[in-house]
């Protein structure tokens, strides 16, 4: 059965993958592999503890319709962080949900947040909501 929304709660990226990084670009790229590779298996693993059926999700995209994705960025302290650089480091992340999903994520319609006063330690955390329906539902 296809619930009312998936909830999947993902890692915070690694520093490497801040636009703002200036780390050697190799050093990047597989922070982004690994990164991308770890939020599919974590949203497997969720997806199957869960038994959901993508069924649904996969039809609405199908039938030309997108997914919403609700991002809650909760980050590790209160370091001053921009919501664009946290999106844009989440970048393999995303397409590591979307491999999970299979649904490419030209699909998604992304309702970020940043959380800034919602601190998870130590390590800071995404939670990943996923519904057929958008804020307005």
Not at 79 to 94: E, Q, T, V
Not at 120 to 131: A, C, F, L, N, S
Request: charged residues 30%; contains cysteine.
């Amino acid at each position: 059965a296809m619930p009312e929304k998936l909830e999947i709660k993902l890692p915070w990226p690694h520093k490497a993958l801040s636009p703002n990084s200036r780390g050697h670009w190799a050093k990047k790229a597989r922070a982004a592999e690994v990164y991308r590779y770890t939020c599919k298996m974590i949203s497997l693993e969720t997806i199957q503890a869960g038994k959901w059926d993508l069924t649904p999700l996969r039809e609405l995209v199908e039938a030309g319709g997108e997914i919403h994705v609700f991002l809650d960025f909760h980050p590790p302290n209160r370091r001053a962080r921009d919501d664009d650089n946290i999106i844009a480091a989440f970048k393999s992340g995303r397409d590591g949900l979307a491999d999970a999903l299979k649904i490419d994520d030209c699909h998604f319609r992304t309702h970020p947040f940043l959380k800034r006063d919602e601190i998870v330690r130590p390590d800071g955390e995404i939670r990943v909501v996923i519904t057929g329906k958008g804020p307005e539902a």
